[in-house]
Nanobody
Framework: QVQLVESGGGLVQAGGSLRLSCTAS????????MGWFRQAPGKEREFVAT????????SEGDSVRGRFTISRDNGKNTVYLQMINLKPEDTAVYYC?????????????????WGQGTQVTVSS
């Protein structure tokens, strides 16, 4: 069992930056492919980014590519999401998730452990 806890959310103005963190306990994070998803009110949970176990492969969703960067520090059992040039449409609850897959995926059904989420609000 893996417990995931996100942090780093908050209120920021458009054009600003935030870095989200997701810290795992209960099992080494290095065993899992990790992802970030987000969900805005009234919308489906959306893929944001994913990273393989070693951190040398990543994939980002179309709406965030070039602005968001996923990374990990297995020694700290933590995954990060660096977000720059934030837009009001990035406002959502952001979730990190862990998958046992070896290949990158944007399919939320492939992720077995989820955190509780952290709110990101971008004002215009």
């Amino acid at each position: 069992q893996v417990q995931l806890v996100e942090s780093g959310g908050g209120l920021v103005q458009a054009g600003g930056s935030l870095r989200l963190s997701c810290t795992a306990s209960g099992h080494p994070l290095s065993s899992y492919m990790m992802g970030w998803f987000r969900q805005a009110p009234g919308k489906e949970r959306e893929f944001v980014a994913t990273i393989n176990w070693s951190g040398d492969r990543t994939s980002e969703g179309d709406s965030v590519r070039g602005r968001f960067t996923i990374s990990r520090d297995n020694g700290k059992n933590t995954v990060y999401l660096q977000m720059i040039n934030l837009k009001p449409e990035d406002t959502a609850v952001y979730y990190c998730a862990a998958s046992r897959r070896y290949t990158l995926t944007d399919d939320r059904n492939e992720y077995v452990y989820w955190g509780q989420g952290t709110q990101v609000t971008v004002s215009s």
